[in-house]
Every structure is written in structure tokens, then in C-alpha cells.
């Protein structure tokens, strides 16, 4: 079993959807990553959260650290949108990041 | 915001011959770069921790005399890959540590003939 595991793997959803991306995992963290990755590869830092809730723009972010849980939450989507959004966590304040295999996230207009 | 440069962003080499990445961290100073490597529709896999000033702390079954990894200063750490392979094409990507979060670059698409 992953230590960061994402669901669903894949995504398609029509422009303006409401999208729901989750990450599920098993060991104790310090921090949770949310990352965007174009399909040229260029990677973005969305979010990094370690208790709450963040907000930025149509993005939100979300963490349960009893629950070991993250989702990452895009309102209206976009064409725009359509990437791979990856979560990573990382172990401790000094740890790597651990990171999920991703979510291929596809808008249509 | 920090950004953090890849150069080159695309190469093409022959089996055999040796490649240079560089990672530039261009607003703020970073003690710890990583690498990491990609293989298509794989997670980013990390190669190597480089501190600056120190020797790289390699990942198991990463070879260090291959992926040659030098932070001659707080704002760049470069990667060569020597002698290369074909099946070292890959998308690198290099990462620096702040404060309180991590930034990465653009990635460098290597391929090896």
C-alpha cells in the first residue's frame, strides 16, 4: 500500500463543475503539498496546509489530521484547470516529500 | 514569489555523452535543493538531497558516480548526468527548500539517442 494515496486517478468533468480531488494518507506528517503539474511538466506549488483550511482564488484546500485526509476542491472549473494535481506530504519538519502518483484532472469546454 | 530556473529545459544527447543540469533558486537562498526524476505517467521519484557545502545523500538504487550532484552555493546546485543511457531519458526536476515551504522548477525534459 501507497503512503499517499489519491483519488480518483483520473478526472473528467464539463467547464463550470464543481471538482473534488482526495488524498488519503498512513503516516504522521508535519505538512500536506498540493501541486499542480502542467502537461509540459512545469510543476506549481498550490497549497501547502498542516492543519484547516486555505483558500486561494477557485482553489481550496482542506486537511484532517485525525483523519489523515486532504482534498483539494476547485469551484467553476476551467479548461484552464485541466493538469495533474499531485499530493505530497512530508514526515517530519526535516522529512522528504512522499508523493502521490496524481490526479489527471481533464475540464471540456 | 520564489521561483526557482531550470536550465536547459530540453536536451537531446548522444548515448554516452555527459549533461548538465543547472537549478537556480532566483529570490531567496536555499540550504537544500532536491532532485527528483520522472518517468511518463510515473510519481516524481527523488533522486538526491544536496545541502550546500556538503556532499548529496543519494536515494537507494540511485548511482552516485552517474548522477553527479553539486550545491557550490546557496542559490545553485547542478546535476550531471554522465555517460549516459537511453534509458536515462526522463523529466528531471529540481526542488528548493525555504522557510516554510518547498518550490520547484520547470523541469528538464533529457534524451538520450
Known amino acids: ?109 | 514569489g520564489a521561483v526557482v530556473s531550470q536550465h536547459p529545459s530540453r536536451v537531446i544527447c548522444k548515448s554516452g555523452t555527459s549533461v548538465k543540469i543547472e537549478c537556480r533558486s532566483l529570490d531567496f537562498q536555499a540550504t537544500t535543493m532536491f532532485w527528483y526524476r520522472q518517468f511518463p505517467k510515473q510519481s516524481l521519484m527523488l533522486m538526491a538531497t544536496s545541502n550546500e557545502g556538503s556532499k548529496a545523500t543519494y536515494e537507494q538504487g540511485v548511482e552516485k558516480d552517474k548522477f553527479l550532484i553539486n550545491h557550490a552555493s546557496l542559490t545553485l546546485s547542478t546535476l550531471t548526468v554522465t555517460s549516459a543511457h537511453p534509458e536515462d531519458s526522463s523529466f528531471y526536476i529540481c526542488s528548493a527548500r525555504a522557510v516554510d515551504t518547498q518550490y520547484f522548477g520547470p523541469g528538464t525534459r533529457l534524451t538520450v539517442l
Open chain 1, 1 to 109: 500500500k501507497n503512503e499517499v494515496e489519491q483519488s480518483p486517478q483520473n478526472l473528467t468533468a464539463q467547464e463550470g463543475e464543481f471538482i473534488t480531488i482526495n488524498c488519503s494518507y498512513s503516516v504522521g506528517i508535519s505538512a500536506l503539498h498540493w501541486l499542480q503539474q502542467h502537461p509540459g511538466g512545469g510543476i506549481v506549488s498550490l497549497f501547502m496546509l498542516s492543519s484547516g483550511k486555505k483558500k486561494h482564488g477557485r482553489l481550496i484546500a482542506t486537511i484532517n489530521i485525525q483523519e489523515k485526509h486532504s482534498s483539494l476542491h476547485i469551484t467553476a472549473s476551467h479548461p484552464r484547470d485541466s493538469a495533474v494535481y499531485i499530493c505530497a506530504v512530508r514526515g517530519g519538519s526535516q522529512g522528504n516529500l512522499i508523493f502521490g502518483k496524481g490526479t489527471k484532472l481533464s475540464v471540456k469546454p
